[in-house]
C-alpha cells in the first residue's frame, strides 16, 4: 500500500478523503473535505448560506490522513458509522468503557483502521494490531474510572 500523505498536493483534497473512506469503510459523506496543516488534518462541512465573518476556517475537524488510511475523530466516525459496510468493531459494555477510559482493548479484528460502535454509538476510531485496539481517544476526552 502506497502512502497517502504523498498523494496531498497532488490529488484533490475531497477525492483522496473520498476514496480513503471507501477503501477503509465502504462509505464516504458527501460533505466538503479539506486537508490543512502539516499534520494532515481533514476537516468536513457542507456549504451554508449563512453569512459570518471567514476566519478561513470551516468545518469540524473530521480525521486525519495517516500513512496507512484515514483516521476517524470522534465525530467523524459518527459521520461515516451509520453507513459503513466494513471494518466496522463492536465493543461490549465492558470493552467500551475500557476503551474510553484510554486502555487497549482485545479484539478480533484484522489488522488496520476500523470504527469502533458501542450499541447504536460510534465511539472513534482505532487501529487494530495483532488483535489489540491501539488507543486514539484525547486525554481531555477520556472517562474516569475510579
Not at 55 to 68: C, N, V
Not at 126 to 134: C, D, Q
Request: aromatic share 10%; glycine share 10%; proline share 4%.
Amino acid at each position: 500500500m502506497s502512502n497517502p500523505r504523498d498523494e496531498i498536493g497532488k490529488t484533490g483534497d475531497a477525492e483522496l478523503v473520498k476514496r480513503l473512506l471507501i477503501e477503509n469503510y465502504g462509505y464516504a459523506p458527501e460533505l466538503i473535505y479539506e486537508i490543512r496543516g502539516n499534520h494532515s488534518k481533514v476537516y468536513a462541512y457542507k456549504p451554508c448560506q449563512l453569512k459570518i465573518s471567514d476566519t478561513g476556517r470551516r468545518g469540524i475537524y473530521f480525521g486525519r490522513i495517516e500513512s496507512d488510511g484515514i483516521r476517524l475523530t470522534i465525530e467523524g466516525a459518527f459521520l461515516v458509522g451509520p453507513k459503513a459496510t466494513k471494518n466496522v468493531v463492536e465493543l461490549n459494555d465492558e470493552g467500551a468503557r475500557r476503551y474510553l477510559a484510554g486502555e487497549s482493548v482485545e479484539v478480533d479484528a484484522p489488522d488496520g483502521w476500523v470504527l469502533l460502535k458501542w450499541r447504536s454509538y460510534y465511539l472513534g476510531s482505532a487501529k487494530a494490531k495483532n488483535g489489540r485496539l491501539l488507543n486514539y481517544v484525547p486525554k481531555e476526552r477520556r472517562l474516569r474510572i475510579e
